[in-house]
């Protein structure tokens, strides 16, 4: 890399795992990759850096993957946790 | 081989098995004796095996761990009489400080409905508050399927709660629970013994009959509520508490506002199956 050259840009990833689908309802897990590793967000949610993946997008997150609606169908057998949002950041 | 069995009468009440149904765990903080912790810690320090199986062969470990009489009597409430006890031994050693957080996780061989076979059980024989990584788990996951493949990049979940607890510590899980071990920046050994116990009779509403518990207005509804569909939870561990009491043929749903949903209702639910209330 010449001294030029901006440094190679890294894609951070964000699961949101959320209530609903709608990407402004409550989220129940949260995990994020940053640079190749998994950070542990705050124990309290209360202090999690996004309450929602609306808020997580007003930060720059783009979501690239969507709830999948197929595993919802069943209403008396939940799967997973919740609905789960994916969104990167490429810093 | 005569395998042997606890005695202990039954301890937990209608509610406390119907809280282990909503919640699939239970915490006994400090039920062994100091002098036996002392004992299993040191133990420990001599046989560091992953599966130390041959602390099972000590009649003190027997008398006050395995068969230790709040863990027999709750283990005998929800497994009913001649239950089977371990046979295998594992213990979660780990030196602290230790930084890594474990992966979430259901152990294999996790079987999902309202039945309850095993209890998986967990001991501490040293205090284990958060600074020794104490294992963290999902209330009522135990009713939210999922799989070890699936779950394995989940990081903070809502509701978790920590099984942070002083020496002497059982804590009663059923297997399927959600749960992951956690960072541990303190300093020493950290032990987690982990056996399990056996159904060996058909389950019956045999443990201890509590005075004006009504199963058509018991409150169903647990703490993974928001993890499905609307009253799944509640669906859930009324099968699981049906089930546990012998009587899952005259479980029933019939949808709506009917039983086994939370409600303030001036009569007995629709949809409540009378011959529940016979058992």
Not at chain 2, 59 to 85: E, H, K, M, T
Not at chain 2, 191 to 201: D, F, Q, T
Not at chain 2, 202 to 209: F, K, L, M, S
């Amino acid at each position: 890399m010449s001294d030029t050259e901006a440094p190679a840009k890294r894609q951070s990833l964000l699961y949101l795992q959320l209530r609903n689908t709608n990407p402004g309802s409550q989220v129940l897990g949260m995990s994020l990759f940053i640079a190749g590793k998994m950070v542990e967000p705050p124990a309290d949610p209360k202090d999690w850096p996004y309450q929602s993946v609306l808020a997580a997008i007003e930060e720059g997150w783009r979501v690239i993957s969507f709830p999948n609606l197929a595993l919802l169908m069943d209403e008396a057998v939940p799967q997973t946790l919740g609905c789960e949002f994916i969104l990167e950041k490429w810093t | 081989m005569s395998r042997r069995t606890c005695d202990h009468p039954p301890t937990l009440t209608d509610s406390q098995v119907l809280e282990f149904c909503r919640h699939g765990f239970l915490m006994l903080p400090g039920v062994v004796p100091e002098e036996i912790n002392r004992r299993a810690f040191e133990y420990l320090e001599t046989d560091t095996h992953y599966e130390p199986t041959r602390i099972l062969d000590f009649d003190w470990f027997q008398d006050q761990v395995i068969c230790n009489p709040a863990a027999a009597g709750a283990v005998r409430s929800l497994l009913g009489p001649g239950y089977g006890l371990p046979i295998l031994m594992s213990n979660h050693r780990r030196q602290c400080p230790h930084e890594g957080v474990g992966g979430w996780h259901v152990d294999g061989g996790s079987r999902w409905g309202p039945q309850l076979n095993d209890l998986q059980v967990f001991y501490y024989p040293q205090d284990t508050p958060l600074e020794m990584g104490p294992t963290e788990v999902v209330p009522g996951t135990h009713l939210v399927p999922n799989t070890q493949r699936a779950m394995a990049h989940y990081g903070r979940i809502r509701g978790s709660a920590s099984t942070a607890a002083p020496a002497g510590t059982i804590f009663l899980t059923c297997y399927r629970i959600w749960h992951r071990a956690t960072a541990a920046p303190g300093s020493g050994i950290r032990n987690l013994l982990k056996y399990c116990y056996w159904r060996n009779a058909p389950p019956a509403r045999d443990w201890v009959r509590e005075p004006g518990f009504d199963m058509a207005r018991a409150n169903f509804s647990g703490p993974a509520a928001g993890f499905g569909e609307q009253f799944h939870e509640c669906y859930s561990a009324a099968e699981m508490f049906c089930w546990l009491a012998g009587q899952h043929p005259h479980y029933q749903v019939t949808g709506g506002q009917s039983w086994p949903l939370p409600a303030l209702r001036n009569d007995l639910p629709y949809g409540f199956n009378p011959a529940l209330a016979t058992v």
